[in-house]
């Protein structure tokens, strides 16, 4: 009888908690929804946002938190908090509605239109309609010209600057196999160093299928110690792109400007284009080419024509965490200008596949694996053998949005490049922390 008065009273205290839980969890709710009748967001998502962990996956409460958000200038928090509405609840329009207005918060206009069409084609009051047709002239007008740009700036280590060989003594066929030892700057050195980066991008639009694209985009990286070694590279992009339902053409002039200890290095002029094909708001579909010259000012004789064609795939897996996947392929050559130098020009073929998961508010994981073969065209006259080189690239870096258009991001990239003439062949480890502006 003891045990069952017990068990008894387990049971009723089992209730009366839940009860309260319940009781209380109604009146969070409640006073989140009168702090935001009064308009004080900024009080209800300091409400709201300590009992995350706890409600999560409440539909009510993700969406009283994303509105908060939205509306106290934390867009990034509100996205998440939404996608949980619609992971449970996929036919809710108010707050399918409420995620493309953070979506145009945070300058993802292309989001932001794709939502508020879904939401427009539904059954809904004429007064919402209204509203989402200013926004989508909003957003209409703004896409006539968009400017948008970046700023960067970081420091890391980087444990081979000049993509050397680690050896310092290798044979020589030519020379009968005489083994010869390197000069230090031809051997791997490593370096900590800060770099700074920046970008433009335009686009204006003449009409509805027709628009004007270009970029403009430089990068500086400085070693402490060996700065022989630092680099510059200067890129800009000038085309037109057409564009019609699903499809999408651009075709383009771009031009690089690379440097080595501030004198120029290599010097490229060329054409892109692209065709883009959309299955839906979440598939992608590419074939991409690319026609260039490329001058070295001071080794003429490197001077080549390089030439690719590829194609790639991305997909925006719906979920939690958002996962996004892409794949590539291309082939291509360099083929050089001047006689008698095959073993400069090769024949090349690649694969690239990354993604990225959002782990949480303000958390992206993020990584690429890219493998790549050449083949030269001729035996090399130091070494008596055609050089065949197989480059293997890996990237993993996690990103925080600590406010709206403000970034950390920490990332580490491998290269291992195994070529069968031993100088050529390498590894390389680089680091880098870095803070991101966007505007």
Known sequence: ???????????????????????????????????????????????????ESARAGDPE??????????????PERGVFALERVLAVQPNNHVARAEIARAYLALGERDSARREFETVRAQQIPPEVKQAIDGYLSAIASAEVTQLTGFIEAGFGHDSNVNSATGGNQIAVPSLGGIVATLDPASTRNADTFTTVSGGLNLTHKFTREWALVGSLAGNVKMNTHEDQFDTMTLDATVGARWSRGNEAVTLAGQFQDFELDYARYRETKGVVGQWQHSFDERSQFSIYGQLADLHYPTQDIRDSTRSVLGTAYGHVFAGTYTPVLFVSAYVGQE???????????????????????????????????????????GPDPLFLVTRQDNQMDFTVGLSYLLRPNTTVIA???????????????????VGTVSLRFNF
């Open 335 to 377: 083929k050089v200008h001047a006689d008698g130098v095959p073993h400069l020009g090769d024949e090349f073929a690649g694969l690239r596949a990354g993604g990225q998961l959002r782990l949480g508010i303000g958390w992206t994981l993020f990584g690429n694996l890219a493998y790549e073969r050449r083949e030269y065209g």
């Open 61 to 74: 409460f993700d969406y009283l938190l994303g509105i908060a958000a939205i509306d106290s200038g934390e």
């Open 1 to 51: 009888m003891k045990s069952v008065n017990l068990l008894a009273r387990a049971a009723l205290v089992l209730v009366f908690a839940a009860f309260w839980t319940s009781a209380l969890a109604d009146a969070l709710t409640d006073r989140a929804k009168a702090l935001l009748q009064q308009k004080q967001h900024r009080q209800a998502y300091d409400l709201l946002l300590p009992q």
């Open 411 to 429: 990332q580490y990239n491998y290269t291992d490049v195994d070529s069968n003439i031993q100088i050529n062949s390498f590894t390389r480890n």
